[in-house]
């Protein structure tokens, strides 16, 4: 098996893209440390899962990400592989609401013929900004601050997930292109000064995949964004678990500084 007898953290892992990383590092031989805000999503998750240890855990508390570090160096003595798929797109229910609707109309009025010019920056609060950014950046380096004194014992992996909407524009709240775009800096910032220590440290940069998520925001958007691919599909949560895999394993083992983008073509590099 492709991982047998290492050592991962996975955060945001209770569901979409995480849990699937967890579910393919497992069946490859992990030992996987499963982190997610909600501790009910993890039971449901990976209840019956004996390669899995879970945290409830927000990623901006860094003090509770080295309290999880700590813990699996007692109880394995070895990290290899860390998995950063932690990540909001708006930073409460009521503002996805709000972003819903604008995109739902931008999108109506291109059906319809007539000019639409969204206005997302006036509904940016200061909070609203720092909540996206603290979880998907903040998140993202703490993570990789806490994890990278165990990882450079052994050599490893980081998988850092960022997004297709950091590498192009589209109109939508800013707070989340730039926590996406930044981490893509991040990681080949990280990649350059991990190397000497054998860690790689690559990125995923997804656009849409079937999650609950992604399919609350309606059959419009999601048509609107396929329309942007020429692969006219979204992807499955699987699908990217599987990618996560293959960069946490030794067969990508000359990769790193890397952003992935499983995005049916829209971004190609």
Do not use: C
Not at 132 to 150: D, K, Q, S, Y
Not at 165 to 172: D, F, I, K, V
Not at 247 to 263: N, V
Request: proline share 4%.
């Amino acid at each position: 098996m492709k991982l047998q007898g290492r050592v991962g953290i996975v955060t945001g892992a209770g569901s979409g893209m995480g849990k699937a990383a967890v579910d393919e590092m497992t069946a490859q031989g992990a030992t996987v440390y499963a982190v997610d805000l909600r501790e009910d999503a993890l039971a449901e998750a990976f209840g019956n899962n004996e390669s899995v240890r879970s945290f409830a855990a927000d990623v901006t508390d860094s003090a509770r990400l080295a309290e999880i570090i700590s813990a699996l160096e007692q109880e394995q003595g070895r990290l290899d592989v860390l998995v950063n798929a932690a990540g909001v797109s708006t930073p409460n229910r009521e503002k996805q609401q709000w972003v819903d609707g604008i995109n739902h109309e931008m999108i109506q009025a291109a059906q319809e013929g007539r000019e639409y010019h969204p206005d997302f920056l006036s509904g940016i609060s200061d909070e609203d900004f720092q909540r996206v950014v603290e979880i998907n950046l903040h998140g993202t380096f703490f993570m990789i601050r806490e994890a990278a004194p165990l990882l450079k014992q052994t050599g490893g992996s980081i998988i850092n997930f960022a997004s297709v909407a950091g590498l192009m524009g589209l109109p939508m709240p800013a707070y989340y292109p730039a926590s996406k775009a930044a981490v893509v800096g991040m990681t080949k910032a990280v990649a350059a000064e991990l190397a000497p220590f054998n860690i790689r440290v690559n990125a995923l940069a997804p656009a849409g995949i079937n999650t609950a998520m992604f399919a609350a925001s309606g059959e419009d958007h999601m048509q609107a964004l396929l329309a942007l691919q020429p692969l006219k599909r979204v992807a499955e949560p699987e699908e990217i678990g599987k990618t996560v895999l293959f960069l946490a394993s030794d067969e990508s083992g000359h990769y790193t500084g890397q952003t992935f983008s499983p995005s049916g073509g829209a971004v190609m590099v």
